[in-house]
Structures are given as structure tokens and as C-alpha cells.
T-cell receptor
Framework: AQSVTQPDIHITVSEGASLELRCNYSYGATPYLFWYVQSPGQGLQLLLK??????LVQGIKGFEAEFKRSQSSFNLRKPSVHWSDAAEYFCAVGVGGFKTIFGAGTRLFVKA | SAVISQKPSRDICQRGTSLTIQCQVD?????MFWYRQQPGQSLTLIAT?????????ESGFVIDKFPISRPNLTFSTLTVSNMSPEDSSIYLC???????????FGPGTRLLVL
């Protein structure tokens, strides 16, 4: 069955520290992979996506993600977190026909 | 990308009533989607709304409860009918773009049913 797992319900990091949010998926082929961010009271904003080519993709706001086929993972990283990065982050998988499966989300807290 | 607006942005409704949510896109798109995000939960697809055809509903969602209109390539509505407190959620519309199947989301409609 197709699924997306974000094992961390919430993560707390200090401002300026590095960040890695984990995402694993289950899908028979190479999917389209996305990370979205949802700030409080907002809709979802696309951070980055992977569909082919270089497995390290750059996104907006200084985020990057790496696709590892052998681990079925697509982890999101940022070298230095800012207080404004506090939000909910969703990993998602496109499985064809614009059908998108979302993970449960990871809430990021940033402490001063 | 796409600029998507939704109306209303939030509402408080009484049980048994219905609410129609509007989604407007700044350019023509073939595929539009409606999602529900229950409190503290992830997104669940309600239905796909393509212009010129009936909406396609996901398992657990029915047309009588969530009728959808798609009168043209830039607009869609979702109605939440005969509401109960369990319908309290954020309702989001999205549009599908590009061959990588990227979805772009509206700001959402926050619904509270009392």
C-alpha cells in the first residue's frame, strides 16, 4: 500500500541549529516527492520537490532535501533554523494522476 | 505556481446548516482538488473536480454530503451539507500543475460547527 511516514510528530531545535525532518515512503515506483510547510493559520506552501535527476534538491527559504532510493527516504534539511521556520511540515508523495498522499506532519518548534 | 483564493476564510456555523466554500484561481487549470484537514491531522482528499465532468469522490466522501461545482476552469465550490461538529476542519482547495504533478494550495477555510 502507498504510504508516507513522518516518524517525528514534533521536533524542537534552537535557533541557529541545524534541522533534519525525516520522511519515508512506500511506493512501488519512483514517486514524485514534495515537502510543504504550513504556518499557523495558513495554507500549504510548496518548499521543494523531486521528480528526477539530482537527488539533492534545493528549495525556498534555505531548505534542501535528499532523495535516497535505497532507503525510500526524502529527508528535509536546513543548516541554520530561524524562528520564523516554526510551522508544520508535510512530506507528500505523488503516485500518478495528481493523486498525492500526505504524511501526518511534523511540527517544528524553535527555541531562542 | 498559481494564486488561489478561498472564501470565506473562516466561519462558525450551527449544526444542520450548510456552507458553500469558493475557490478562485488566477489562471485556467484543468484539475482542482478539495481536501479536509481535521484538527491536528494531515490532509485527506475529498474529491477531484475537473471542469466539464462530475467530481470524483474518495472513499468515505459522498456527493450528498459534499456537493462540488466546477463551472469553469478558474472556479470551484465545495458545499458542506447538514453540518455536524465532526465537520469542523480546515477545507483546502488545490490545483494541479506541471508534469511533475505539483499541487498548489489555497489558504484554506476554517470551519467550526457548533
Amino acid at each position: 500500500a502507498q504510504s508516507v511516514t513522518q516518524p517525528d510528530i514534533h521536533i524542537t531545535v534552537s535557533e541557529g541549529a541545524s534541522l533534519e525532518l525525516r520522511c519515508n515512503y512506500s511506493y512501488g515506483a519512483t514517486p514524485y516527492l514534495f515537502w510543504y510547510v504550513q504556518s499557523p493559520g495558513q495554507g500549504l506552501q510548496l518548499l521543494l520537490k523531486y521528480f528526477s535527476g539530482d537527488t539533492l534538491v534545493q528549495g525556498i527559504k534555505g531548505f534542501e532535501a535528499e532523495f535516497k532510493r535505497s532507503q525510500s527516504s526524502f529527508n528535509l534539511r536546513k543548516p541554520s533554523v530561524h524562528w520564523s521556520d516554526a510551522a508544520e511540515y508535510f512530506c507528500a508523495v505523488g503516485v500518478g494522476g495528481f493523486k498525492t498522499i500526505f504524511g501526518a506532519g511534523t511540527r517544528l518548534f524553535v527555541k531562542a | 505556481s498559481a494564486v488561489i483564493s478561498q472564501k470565506p476564510s473562516r466561519d462558525i456555523c450551527q449544526r444542520g446548516t450548510s456552507l458553500t466554500i469558493q475557490c478562485q484561481v488566477d489562471s485556467q487549470v484543468t484539475m482542482m482538488f478539495w481536501y479536509r484537514q481535521q484538527p491536528g491531522q494531515s490532509l485527506t482528499l475529498i474529491a477531484t473536480a475537473n471542469q466539464g465532468s462530475e467530481a470524483t469522490y474518495e472513499s468515505g466522501f459522498v456527493i450528498d454530503k459534499f456537493p462540488i461545482s466546477r463551472p469553469n476552469l478558474t472556479f470551484s465550490t465545495l458545499t458542506v451539507s447538514n453540518m455536524s461538529p465532526e465537520d469542523s476542519s480546515i477545507y483546502l482547495c488545490s490545483v494541479g500543475r506541471d508534469r511533475q504533478e505539483t499541487q498548489y494550495f489555497g489558504p484554506g477555510t476554517r470551519l467550526l460547527v457548533l
